[in-house]
């Protein structure tokens, strides 16, 4: 059996859709039928299940349905059986069924929140492992898509319990997800996490605010799920986000939670504030199914049709295409409206030609005035020198002619002194005249250094002036550039 599903075209697939009578999931129950698709209903409303079951029929679909509680496994088996019995099976299971409670964690009771995990956590837990089951021994496997919530990556108040129950169903979906990886079965298993949908969702929940809830804006339509929802059918992906408001504060509270918990706390409870409604809280779904009719969407003052972060997620080529279509655009454009204009790249090509970087004639009389005072200053101290051994062999001829007319011992002494006072003298100056030339030679060694790297800089520069005069020059084809 192969490890990857091969997932079929939706014409040829048999849909199972939990809590497909409101909201979301009644939205992907009529798209599937205009697919093609054979649809397999499951909610607990049987008057509901009945009347969209009759509608789809009517448009010339393949449907059928069962009513079952998907916090009971056995219930929800024996609809799988029944599935089985009328379709052959399924390809596709849709964990959507839940419920909400808005109201603050502590004043919510233990039963309630109970009831709560029991359909949004264990009513997947339920779903997965029977579609999990069917669809290891199925040909080409199958998907099962859990519908998760992007409160799941970003929990606010007022919604916690619902926003822990969608993290539950996060966790156990990626851990599911690697375990039909390491058993190689063929399944595709993917998290759909919505932002705020135009659905039925806040007439359903249980409330306990004392006041009329909403969902913030941006709200989306439900079919824009639906269409995300369908799409994964029939292609594996792993995870995908509808809606770019509720990805862009789930990426805001990872990024910084530790600023953005105390804006949420602050703000979040205010924006699902519907202050234009009064407070007539509608008989909530939570242990007992409504019976309020098929309300797909309850129309916002304004609903977004379309998202863009689920269609880039869908297609990520043409997605990294048009990107990369539209940055070369925007760099073009901002090259060529600058004030250079179009001689911008002439201008960058004459900042690139070497020829341009060194003035040429000023270096040449550097050099030569640098020459000039090298030769200035060896011909003084040439001078000096010549001067200093003339005054020394007349004072040497002297003593030495003094010395020889000398008798007296005590002249010879006082011509012997003079002598050494003379030579000690004559070495200050020889000293003084050697630090003079040293210093001389050390500050022009610095400044010869430097004018032999700028020497060789400058003859690097010319040669690549040279070899850019050449037809085949790699230094042309780079100014070019």
Not at 412 to 425: E, F, H, L, Q, S
Not at 436 to 443: E, H, I, P, S, T
């Amino acid at each position: 059996m192969p490890t990857k599903p091969i997932l079929k075209p939706l014409h040829q697939q048999s849909i199972v859709i939990t809590g497909a009578t409101s909201g979301i999931g009644l939205a992907t129950a009529r798209r599937a039928v205009k697919a093609g698709a054979c649809v397999f209903l499951i909610a607990r409303g049987q008057n509901d299940l009945k009347a969209l079951c009759e509608e789809l029929q009517g448009q010339g679909g393949r449907v059928a349905f069962a009513v079952a509680d998907v916090s009971d496994f056995d219930a929800l088996s024996e609809a799988a059986d029944k599935c089985r019995r009328l379709f052959g099976g399924f390809d596709t299971w849709v964990n959507n069924a839940g419920v909400s409670i808005y109201g603050s964690i502590r004043e919510t009771t233990l039963e309630d929140q109970r009831r709560l995990f029991e359909t949004n956590y264990w009513g997947v837990v339920n779903g997965s492992t029977i579609a999990a089951e069917h669809l290891r021994g199925r040909p080409g496997g199958g998907a099962i898509i859990n519908i998760g919530s992007t409160l799941a990556d970003a929990p606010v108040p007022i919604q916690g319990v619902y926003s822990a129950s969608k993290h539950a169903v996060k966790g156990f979906t990626n851990a599911l997800r690697m375990e039909l990886i390491r058993d190689r079965s063929p399944i595709a298993l993917t998290l759909v996490k919505p932002a705020a949908v135009d659905s039925p969702y806040n007439r359903h929940a249980r409330n306990l605010t004392g006041y009329a809830a909403k969902n913030p804006q941006p709200v989306y339509a439900t079919h824009v799920v639906a269409d995300a929802i369908l799409w994964c059918a029939a292609h594996p992906i792993r995870e995908i986000t509808v809606g770019g408001g509720g990805r862009l504060i789930a990426a805001f509270y990872s990024a910084l939670p530790g600023l953005a918990e105390p804006l949420l706390a602050r703000f979040a409870p205010s924006l699902m504030r519907d202050r234009g409604s009064a407070y007539d809280p509608y008989a909530d779904g939570l242990y007992e199914a409504g019976d309020d009719g098929l309300d797909e969407e309850v129309y916002y003052p304004m609903v977004r049709q379309f998202s863009v972060l689920a269609e880039a997620r869908k297609h990520p080529g043409i997605t990294a295409g048009t990107v990369a279509l539209v940055a070369t655009a925007a760099i073009a454009t901002l090259l060529l409206t600058q004030r250079s204009g179009p001689m911008r790249y002439e201008r960058i090509r004459d900042r690139l030609d070497p020829r341009g970087w060194i003035d040429a004639e000023a270096l040449r009389h550097r050099f030569e005035d640098i020459s000039r005072g090298l030769a200035d200053g060896v011909e003084d101290l040439g001078h000096r020198a010549e001067e200093f051994g003339g005054d020394t062999r007349d004072q040497a001829r002297k003593l030495f002619e003094r010395g020889q007319k000398a008798v007296a011992p005590s002249k010879r002494r006082k011509y012997a002194k003079a002598a050494r006072g003379y030579y000690d003298d004559a070495s200050d100056k020889a000293r003084h005249y050697a630090d003079v030339g040293g210093r001389y030679a050390k500050d022009h060694a610095r400044e010869g250094g430097a004018l032999l790297a700028v020497a060789t800089i400058a003859a690097a520069i010319g040669a690549a002036a040279l070899e850019s005069r050449r037809p085949d020059s790699r230094v042309r084809r780079i100014a070019k550039f």
